[in-house]
């Protein structure tokens, strides 16, 4: 028979038995995460499918995320239903301020090669970068996960997409992403595993491939899942307990479709308002002025986004007239690391507004509201109209660097092009 692809060898440990694509798997499942937006349903459906106690406790992970801190009676008191039911079943909470779900889920070490992880909510789809199959379900799949230990998928078919070279200086791996669901669409990927592969996955550290795999998402992928090299298995190996095993695809997997990407062709992109594959280069993107810069979400959040935005805020200057600047730490650990280093107190001197370690305005639940007509520009994974809590702001996706640069000219640039006309 034909050689496996990761996805389809993931899958086959998961469920016990080999499966290929197409297939459906009765899984096993290493870790479930929810948020305090699914949550509340799934305690409902966990209910009415008779349940009293959860299956196996210690593989659930709930994260009060969504409404750090809540900004209304209804959603505190979710929250606290939350809280009683975690307690009872003895499931590990995270609290408001303890961060993002995803974000915690790796931080935790439950991002591991070779196991199954889903999480009620779409950008699950991140742990793939630890060589691991994950990927977002709904509120009805994580009670049957409460309740059985176990969930169902078809497996996907895979497309292999080979990265050769690197990134060239101004370009990051969200500009990566943002070119990748230029070129697949919103709906490109459907159902489909984002394999990568190839001497360019060298040049992006660990962080970096959570960056891509996050943002699978919106070309409709399943999962998207990277090999196990030396760069993930130093991050992992602080992380983890105990050993675990890269997981590899044969050299003769069937691939529905390959693709090849010269890294050092990419420029800096941004996702204009309403679609995430509404892609352009900075370039021609035109005169667009900002009115709010955001730092921050599962997608741009970690300590290596916050230092690269400082860094052009330390060369060139505090945020434009009329430019707010606002920051959410994607966990509490991220926001210690950047107060011991001392950037948190420069980011208050740049006068940020400083939101709860959490999903802060990514949803339009909590943190920051933009302004009616606001052009925002942002370091997150999507820019739907509403998306950030106002139908009539834009939001515009682009790169840490590419955010603060704004920031401080007052209207949507390259770093490059800023320092330029400087």
Known sequence: MRGMTLSEKLLSAAAGRSVRAGDIAICDVDCAMGTDGSIPMAMDYFASMGGVRVHAPEKLLFALDHYAPPASPKAAMLQAKIRRFAREQGIPLFDIGAGIGHQIVVEQGLAAPGRLLVGADSHAVTYGA???????????????????????????????????????????????ALYLAQ???????????????????????????????????????????????????????????????????????????????DLSTLQPYVARPHNVDNVTSLAELGDVPVQMAYLG???????????????????????????????????????????????????????????????????????????????????????????????????????PEVCAASAVAGRIVSLQTFAAGR
């Open 297 to 399: 979400t599962c997608t741009g959040g970690r300590a290596k986004d916050f230092r690269q935005a400082l860094a052009v805020f330390r060369e060139f200057g505090k945020p434009a007239k009329g430019v707010q600047l606002v920051v959410t730490p994607a966990s509490r650990e991220v926001m210690h690391e950047l107060a011991e280093g001392g950037e948190l107190a420069e980011f208050v001197a740049l006068g940020a507004v400083i939101v709860t370690p959490g999903c802060g305005s990514c949803c339009g639940t909590a943190g920051a509201i933009p302004e009616d007509g606001a052009n925002v520009v942002s370091t997150a994974n999507r820019n739907f109209k509403g998306r950030m809590g106002n139908a009539s702001a834009n939001v515009f996706l682009a790169s």
């Open 183 to 261: 070129l697949f669409g919103a709906d490109g990927a459907t159902y489909q595993t984002l394999e990568f592969h190839g001497e360019g996955i060298a040049s992006l550290d660990f962080e970096d491939r959570l960056v891509v795999a996050n943002l699978s998402v919106e070309m409709g992928a399943k999962n998207a899942v990277f090999p196990l090299d030396g760069a993930a298995q130093r991050y992992l190996a602080r992380r983890i307990a105990g050993p675990f095993e890269a997981v590899s695809a044969d050299p003769d997997a069937q691939y529905a479709r390959t693709l090849d990407v």
């Open 130 to 176: 630890a060589n691991c199959f994950a990927t977002g379900v709904g509120s009805s799949d994580l009670a049957g996960v409460m309740l059985t230990g176990k969930t169902w998928l078809r497996v996907p078919e895979s497309i292999r997409i080979t990265l050769h070279r690197q990134l060239p200086r101004g370009v990051y791996p969200k500009d990566l």
